[in-house]
């Protein structure tokens, strides 16, 4: 167990630091998601649109994590490395879990600059949005992961990842408005935690078969 942590640590540091030094995935991150952001500011002025600036919170949370996404498999694929990363002496099952981790973190920090953005313009950033924001985003990095890793074999890569993507964080957008927009939103904190459990272990348990395909 302890080598198959250090595999994934080892993975998920590889990309942190190529992102750092290259800087190509996290700035794109951070400038949709505020440049979203300000569109959605002055597309729904007023009080009276806070309700519908939640939902759109999560539209710019989710299409930011799918720009992510998309680039997750990107130098693999450039350099041919994925074929290596298969064949090295680790579980394969740990390259998904160093690419969750890695795009978790990109995630976060791009959220670190959405979230006070949202306050700013809309106001409505709670201690349960927050919660929900938490758990939908290990369910994003769990799920995407394995849908990139399938889409980056494909010729239309582009489109292919949208397409899985989207309807299967459906369930992630109706958690996380619900957590943010009722008043006791313990119901739907704990459905994103079941989601999160449940589409990690199938992903974590199929991923092998994705990337020997």
């Known amino acids: ?55 759109l919170l999560w539209v710019a949370i989710l299409f930011t994590a799918l720009l992510g996404l998309g680039r997750a498999f990107v130098a693999e694929r450039e350099h041919r490395l994925l074929d290596g990363l298969v064949l090295a002496p680790c ?27 949202f ?29 990139a890793a399938m889409a980056s074999a494909g010729r239309a890569r582009e489109l292919l990842l949208p397409l899985l993507f989207l309807p299967l964080a459906i369930p992630i957008m109706i958690g996380g408005v619900g957590a943010a927009t009722v008043e006791h939103p313990a119901r739907y904190l704990g459905f994103l935690g079941l989601y999160d459990v449940l589409f990690a272990i199938l992903a974590w348990a199929s991923f092998e078969y994705v990337v020997t395909e």
């Open 1 to 55: 167990m302890r080598r198959y942590l250090a595999d994934a640590a080892v993975l998920a540091r590889k990309d942190v630091l190529l992102e750092l030094r290259g800087r190509e995935t996290l700035p794109a991150m951070v400038l949709f998601v505020v440049s979203a952001l300000v569109v959605f500011h002055f597309a729904l002025p007023g009080e009276q649109s806070r309700l519908a600036a939640l939902g």
């Open 91 to 117: 579980d394969r099952s740990a390259i998904w879990l160093g690419k969750v981790a890695a795009t978790f973190v990109f995630l976060l920090l791009a959220e670190a600059v959405a979230l006070p953005a």
């Open 119 to 147: 306050q700013l313009f809309f106001s409505g950033i709670d201690g349960p949005t927050v919660a929900a924001v938490l758990l939908a985003d290990v369910g994003i990095c769990a799920v995407g992961t394995l849908l």
